[in-house]
């Protein structure tokens, strides 16, 4: 290794002084030092990254990085984040969610996101748990899964979200766990490099209303592929896979969407002239 | 995805000896095995604190103290040596994190401050295991040098935690009962 000069950010420069209120234990403080990480070796300035989130226990990420932040309404942090991409898109605008906020409340917006390919990266950590709310089942909970909430389970096929993501035209598609810290943070970064619409799932365990979920570590494992970008073989591989699959699974080379600038929108006053009542 | 930990089954011996090859590998592990211990210390701290249990917070803050410690003594020596850091998924740590972090499903809020040291402990023994396994794989003079030095600091820290801990020679390993749990029955 040859001498060079510092990097000028390490991930402590991503986070903020705001401590996570997360139970002890819960994946997402992992996953948050995979954000920053990331940030850290892509050598972006906070001041040039926004984080936008719905709600929920993952959703509260924004407050804990020191990047511009946006902790919107349930489910609708992607509409949100790609309004805040077209009209800022020297912006690397990072979403931040759960698996209720984004497949559920947010499921629309997750279809159609994917199939307008702005440029941004979408992190779900998935849970398989609405957690903030103590415990219901959220799409990607399993149907025999019992809790007091839910006798007998839900009997409801879960949401595949990776499938889903390819059939609507996302541009990269892979999935990370929290217990590999340092393997997510490759992921994001390579996600955020990545033009268009970049979807990582992280698996991240609730060790509250899922304690069963700390038995992860022993199910996941590097996918025993390479990632295709060939749609058809990548939808093979997705949809009989066993969920526990690690990695870039699929990327493709579709031009991110970008709206042609109207210079006349460029004027503020304007555009509040043309909303005014 | 990264060459970063070895994969399962692989032979820890030769992973680490490919992996951490020359004094400045050693030197680069080194340090983010302690900078990354320290911070996981203090998130674990926090996450304590934030949840009201000063006692086991004072114990991850004392622990990210002294590993801090050695990390600045690291990063010195990286500086002088031109070691620069590299990115998280390059290192080849035997598991996905460095051996002196805690993993962070270990935490609980009721955890007591003893419950922590244990922890504390593991990690010390998991470090003071990766140097002896490095060690194992033969390297060369300059390689081995640096090894046993550390190796050696590692020693030294397990009994410290070992002389903590004697205050407390029946560690209950369970987590004391919530009467208030989050969870619906």
């Known amino acids: ?277 | 995805m990264s060459p970063g930990p070895s994969s399962k089954g692989d032979d820890p011996i030769k992973a680490l000896a490919a992996g951490v090859a020359s004094p400045d590998d050693v030197l680069a592990h080194a340090h983010a095995m302690e900078s990354e211990a320290a911070d996981r210390y203090h998130e674990l701290a926090d996450q304590m604190e934030i949840h009201n249990n000063p006692q086991t917070a004072e114990v991850f803050d004392k622990m990210a103290r002294i590993e801090q410690i050695h990390a600045d003594k690291l990063a010195a020596m990286c500086a002088e040596r031109g070691v620069t850091r590299r990115p998280p998924w390059e290192y080849r740590w035997l598991d996905p994190e460095a051996p002196e972090v805690t993993p962070v499903e270990e935490a609980h809020y009721l955890m007591t401050a003893p419950q922590a040291l244990k922890l504390a402990l593991h990690n010390e023994k998991r470090a003071l295991a990766f140097y002896e396994t490095l060690l194992a794989g033969s390297p060369p003079d300059d390689v081995r040098a640096l090894a046993e030095e550390f190796a050696a600091e590692e020693r030294e820290h397990v009994s410290l935690v070992e002389k903590w801990m004697a205050d407390y020679p029946d560690i209950d390993p369970h987590i004391p009962e919530d009467p208030d749990d989050a969870v619906a029955h």
């Open chain 1, 1 to 277: 290794m040859t001498a060079e000069s510092a990097p000028a950010f390490a991930a402590k420069d991503f986070k903020s002084d705001i401590k996570p209120v997360w139970c002890p234990g819960c994946g997402d403080y992992s996953v948050l030092s995979s954000v920053t990480k990331a940030l850290a070796e892509l050598q972006t300035p906070p001041e040039d990254v926004a984080v936008v989130s719905g709600i929920g226990c993952s959703s509260r990420i924004p407050a804990y990085t020191n990047c511009y932040g946006f902790h919107g309404v349930h489910g609708r942090a992607l509409p949100l984040a790609i309004g805040l991409k077209v009209s800022r898109p020297d912006l690397t605008v990072i979403v931040t969610g759960g698996d209720g906020d984004g497949y559920s409340i947010g499921g629309n917006h997750f279809l159609h996101a994917c199939r307008r390919n702005v440029d941004m990266t979408y992190i779900v950590m998935d849970n398989q748990v609405y957690g903030m709310t103590k415990g219901q089942p959220s799409p990607t909970t399993e149907p025999d899964w019992e809790s007091g909430l839910v006798p007998g389970g839900t009997r409801i096929r879960p949401f595949m979200p990776l499938v889903v993501a390819l059939a609507s035209g996302a541009n990269f598609i892979a999935r990370g766990f929290s217990g590999d810290p340092n393997g997510t943070a490759q992921l994001i970064a390579e996600a955020i490099r990545h033009p268009g619409f970049s979807f990582v799932e992280v698996l991240s365990p609730c060790v509250t209303f899922r304690p069963e979920q700390r038995n992860w570590k022993h199910e996941t494992h590097p996918a025993p592929v390479e990632a295709t970008n060939d749609r058809g073989r990548a939808a093979r591989r997705l949809a009989t896979d066993d969920g526990f699959n690690t990695g870039v699974l699929f990327y493709d080379n579709r031009a991110p969407y970008m709206p042609p600038v109207d210079a006349n929108l460029t004027d503020v006053q304007q555009f509040d002239r043309e909303f005014a009542v």
